[in-house]
């Protein structure tokens, strides 16, 4: 993030309006503006209207060499000005419209235009909103609320501070933090330094870095009970909620302003009084645009450096040096990005908490515009479908990470749960898996993140959204040894997304009928009469999920080629495809367990006992050596020269019923 704010410049300025007969034209227009007054009684109205004055305004403009609108010649500027005025002033309701029109215009054509009145308008309204920070045209927020998210999951998002800039309509938003708990064992930190939002043009966000987390050890928001959502008919903005506790316990609830005074004063801030003993002793001074200048640049300075990013790069850097490791180690950026998520899962999940926050579920209740969209579906379509064309999304990279020991629990918990310890025969292959995962971290690395998404009008569409991926790394890293090892290397990737508009919402009268015994029995009739195996295992599917009242998402996903593996990779891979075949073949119940009745059955049992047996002895004799992954190792060496895309194309099943229950009872205007 680029921190150093230097002064807005003034756009180049243009060709100024040259004088007639030595007189400078904005006088010329008074005067001859005046001298019409004292001879015809029109010209009053039209200098009432504000259609003189913002003719002047910009005759004044085009005299100094800066006027609003400069690629439009400012002839046809002024004849459509009054032209317009010469057509409203036929009707009393077109002159009023033109009359709310011209003061702000001239207001905003003042504001740009002539700096003394920018800076008389920063300087009042920066007596009124102590809380916002006025620089130039930009409009700055510090100590936000949180965002607490308590529908479906709970979360919380924090933004340190937002900056909006009136000249070039950019939205900027500085330290963006979130953590979502979506389990009691798993929640997610999320954490970037700079998103730009430029209206109608882009969005582009910095280095984004994520953390799943469990356990105990892990996770920040492990306390907060599934009960500790606030409920939703308190007062719009709280302070006390569990959510904000549960943080607070681990992240910094200071202001910007406040820590970045502390800081300044190491430590020794200013003593808070009362306002009427502080007052007595306070001189009045007119706040100037360098001391405001000078204080944004100092809150967007320490955000900066008081980020959690930047404290783990710094962190990662000293790291290196105390090893005193060669800079070769990590001699790139996404060596360096690997390396700071490594750090970064060991910090809060929300570093920096505010103190108050705005739930989700009262927005949603106090929303005006909600009851006025559920009645008019079309216009929410209307709204998104160029939002999202004008929006494109671009991520510098994306950079997420998880702990080995994470990794280590859930394969315990889910192929080894059942399985005795002390039994050789997966041993070996239980001490490899645990010593490659142990003290590691795996990082996902995407770079150079394309995103953009297609609303259609007509909701007989799909909502389309395509993601396309620059080039795609993983690590396995381990802090203690300044271990930073790539393992997956993948030429690149994209995806499309393909969601029915019937579940936007508010979109619930359009959602397929409910199923009914007709059309189960319409489904079952289609299988039978299908003519091939594939076409009754498709009407075998679509049947199931018609009696699961269920709709699909198609995701489609491509992996382009070259693609790299790290043998020791593969080495794990085998080692852990090899222990969970042992430990099938171990819960499947034995033949001899079996109730037997005669000799033969008995003579069957032992010999199927054998085969299995033998099947043992043959995976576990090979389970303590790299054969099959030396194997694998040949196949995947060919890859790395390979040029082409793998895909793979599957459907994600929606439930509907979800989306009925949330059906409004108010009829729809323009469906």
């Known amino acids: 993030m680029n921190a150093n704010i230097t002064p807005r410049e003034l756009p180049e300025r243009q060709k100024k309006l040259q004088p007639i007969l030595g007189i400078p034209v904005p006088y010329l227009f008074a005067a001859t503006s005046v001298l019409s007054v004292a001879l015809f009684t029109w010209p009053l109205r039209w200098i009432a209207s504000g259609a003189a004055i913002l003719t002047y305004a910009i005759l004044s403009g ?28 036929t009707s009393w309701l077109l002159h009023g419209v033109f009359v709310a029109t011209c003061y702000p215009g001239i207001f905003l054509t003042c504001l740009f235009q002539f700096d003394p009145v920018g800076r008389f308008v920063r300087r009042r309204v920066r007596n009124v909103l102590k809380q916002l920070q006025f620089i130039d045209d930009q409009i700055a927020f510090f100590d936000l609320p949180a965002l607490e998210i308590d529908v479906d999951v709970n979360g919380l998002m924090n933004i340190r501070g937002m900056t909006f800039s009136l000249s070039s309509l950019m939205i900027i938003a500085h330290g963006v933090e979130v953590g979502i708990k979506f389990s009691e064992d798993m929640e997610v930190a999320i954490a970037v330094d700079e998103v730009r939002i430029r209206l109608f043009r882009r969005i582009d966000i910095s280095d984004v870095y994520a953390n799943v987390k469990g356990g105990e050890l892990e996770m920040s928001l492990r306390k907060l009970a599934e009960n500790g959502r606030t409920p939703t008919g308190e007062s719009f903005m709280s302070s006390d909620t569990p959510l904000l506790a549960t943080a607070a316990m681990t992240g910094d609830t200071r202001s910007p302003m406040i820590a970045m005074t502390e800081k300044m004063t190491n430590g020794s801030a200013p003593e808070h009084i009362s306002p009427s003993v502080g007052l007595k002793g306070v001189k009045q001074l007119s706040p100037d645009d360098d001391h405001a200048r000078e204080t944004y640049k100092n809150i967007i300075n320490y955000i900066h450096e008081s980020s959690v990013i930047s404290v783990s790069q710094k962190e990662v850097e000293e790291a290196l040096r105390k090893k005193h490791v060669d800079g070769d180690l990590l001699d790139n950026k996404k060596d360096y990005r690997s390396a700071i998520c490594s750090q970064l899962h060991e910090k809060p999940t929300v570093p920096h908490c505010s103190k108050r926050s705005i739930r989700v579920s009262t927005l949603q209740q106090d929303m005006p515009m909600r009851k006025f ?80 998404a297609s609303v259609p009008i007509n909701p007989v569409f799909n909502i389309l959204s395509d993601l396309l991926f620059d080039d795609i790394m993983v690590y396995r890293t381990v802090k203690e040894q ?23 919402p508010h979109h619930e009268h359009i959602l397929p009928p409910v199923p009914t015994s007709e059309d189960e029995a319409a489904g079952q009739e289609k299988i039978d009469n299908a003519d091939s195996q594939p076409k009754t295992i498709q009407a075998e599917q679509e049947l199931a999920q018609l009696r699961k009242d269920e709709t699909n998402v198609n995701v489609s996903a491509h992996v382009r080629l070259p693609a790299c593996f790290d043998q020791n990779l593969l080495d794990f891979v085998a080692a852990l495809v090899k222990a969970t075949k042992i430990v099938e073949m171990d819960r499947g ?51 790395e020269t390979m040029q082409g895309d793998i895909g793979y194309s599957g459907d994600l099943p ?18």
């Open 589 to 639: 119940e034995k033949s001899l367990d079996k109730e037997i009745h005669g000799f033969r059955e008995f003579t069957k049992a032992v010999k199927t006992d054998l085969n299995d047996k033998m099947r043992r002895v043959a995976v576990d004799a090979a389970a303590n050596d790299k054969w099959i992954a030396k194997l694998v190792g040949k196949v995947t060496k060919k890859l």
């Open 654 to 671: 929606v439930a509907l019923d979800v989306y009925r229950k949330k059906a409004g009872s108010a009829s729809k205007l323009m469906p």
């Open 482 to 504: 300044v271990d930073y090892n790539q393992i997956v290397r993948l030429g690149g990737a994209d995806a499309r997304i393909s969601v029915p508009s019937f579940l936007l």
């Open 62 to 89: 085009a005299a100094n060499g800066h006027r609003i609108l400069p690629f439009f010649n400012i002839w046809s500027l002024l004849l459509l000005i009054n032209l317009s005025y010469g057509v409203a002033a």
């Open 373 to 452: 969209l559920h009645r008019l579906p079309l216009l929410l379509r209307c709204l998104l479908n160029p939002i999202a064309y004008f929006h494109p999304v671009y991520i510098k990279s994306i950079t997420a990470g998880g702990s080995g020991a994470l990794i280590e629990s859930m394969l315990h918990q889910h192929i080894f749960k059942d399985h005795p310890e002390e039994a050789s025969d997966v041993k070996n292959l239980k001490r490899r898996i645990s010593a490659w995962l142990k003290d590691a971290n795996f990082v996902f690395e995407a770079e150079k993140i394309t995103g953009m």
